[in-house]
């Protein structure tokens, strides 16, 4: 049973409008989720992290909302750019752990 | 950033042979480390998290016995995939990090292919 889930295994979306990534877990107790970024071949790397004591994180382009009571979040990509097509994986982890369970991931395409 | 970097990043062997697969952390000092396995078009799984000095904690299913996890220094962890099977072929992520609760640096991956 997956306890994170990205129901959009793809998604394409044109430069410079907004990319919504979403993500649904099932695990209540879950406290930190996460969103990492993987190219092709090489490791995923760090976007955006949210704590469940919040509703939203933003970071430059980069905004991540927390819905807890739906189980639900979404990472919010604006203006997209065709360097940020790649595959996004949302994380989650139980007491702020290092133990991450992985969504599925989301592989993003961003046309000029 | 912190960067880990693991080797080979591909291997091909034969069924029946082990094969290890290096991580390390090159500008840090990595108190815990983590490997991850990836199917294709399917999430992350993460199958062991080592503590520097002490044994590893494999996650529910993961053979360890067939999947030996070796974190001798803190800049350097070993898994070692024994009398590999075509079943084994996957995408094996390091991951490591400087001290609990820290963030975790992704090692570009391992490709292993058992024929």
């Excluded at chain 1, 930190?32 to 760090?46: I, M, Q, R, S, V």
């Excluded at chain 2, 360890?64 to 084994?88: C, G, M, R, Y």
């Amino acid at each position: 049973d997956q306890q994170v889930k990205q129901n959009s295994p793809s998604l394409s979306v044109q430069e410079g409008r907004i990319s919504i990534l979403n993500c649904d877990y099932t695990n209540s107790m879950f406290d930190y989720f996460l969103w990492y970024k993987k190219y092709p071949a090489e490791g995923p790397t760090f976007l955006i992290s949210i704590s469940s004591i919040k509703d939203k994180n933003e970071d430059g382009r980069f905004t991540v909302f927390l819905n807890k009571s739906a189980k639900h979040l979404s990472l919010h990509i604006v203006p997209s750019q065709p360097g940020d097509s790649a595959v996004y994986f949302c994380a989650a982890s139980v007491n702020y752990g290092q133990n991450f369970v992985f969504g599925p991931g989301t592989r993003l395409s961003v046309l000029p | 950033g912190a960067v880990v970097s693991q080797h080979p990043s591909w291997v091909i062997c034969k069924s029946g042979t082990s094969v290890k697969i290096e991580c390390r952390s090159l500008d840090f000092q990595a108190t815990t480390m983590f490997w991850y396995r990836q199917f294709p078009k399917q999430s992350l799984m993460l199958m062991a998290t080592s503590n520097e000095g002490s044994k590893a904690t494999y996650e529910q299913g993961v053979e360890k016995d067939k999947f030996l996890i070796n974190h001798a220094s803190l800049t350097l962890s070993t898994l070692t995939v024994t009398s590999a099977h075509p079943e084994d072929s996957s995408f094996y992520i390091c991951s490591a990090s400087q001290a609990p609760y820290n963030e975790q640096f992704f090692g570009p991956g391992t490709r292993l292919t058992v024929l």
